[in-house]
């Protein structure tokens, strides 16, 4: 299995920046793709930004331009680099770590960080 922990969360000012991380340890595998989710009050849990193995990212077109997501092969490590932060991003943020090869499959959350933005 896979075991994430998550850190970075706070509050910021708009404007700010914050910088999230998710660490995994356990059982990685030869192919990976991590996830950053959020999810607000009273909202669906959304996609923010995702990294495969190749290094092939996607973001959500609200946070293009102000979020970069990014892995530490040798911490075994995801960020969530967030510039230019906005209210709206206020959520709690979860990493997501898919973990596979030919013979196993792993699928493991992080416990969640809160992000709160605001004056």
């Known amino acids: 299995q896979v075991q994430l922990v998550e850190s970075g969360g706070g509050s910021v000012q708009p404007g700010g920046s914050l910088r999230l991380s998710c660490a995994a340890s356990?059982?990685?595998?030869?192919?990976?793709?991590m996830t950053w989710y959020r999810q607000a009050p009273g909202s669906q849990r959304e996609l923010v930004a995702s990294m495969a193995s190749g290094a092939s990212t996607t973001y959500a077109d609200s946070v293009k331009g102000r979020f970069t997501i990014s892995r530490d092969n040798a911490k075994n490590t995801v960020y969530l680099q967030m510039n230019s932060l906005e209210p709206e991003d206020t959520a709690v943020y979860s990493c997501?770590?898919?973990?596979?090869?030919?013979?196993?499959?792993?699928?493991?959350w992080g416990q969640g960080t809160q992000v709160t933005v605001s004056s």
């Open positions: 997501n770590w898919k973990t596979w090869n030919l013979i196993r499959k792993y699928d493991s």
């Open positions: 356990g059982s990685i595998l030869s192919s990976n793709a």
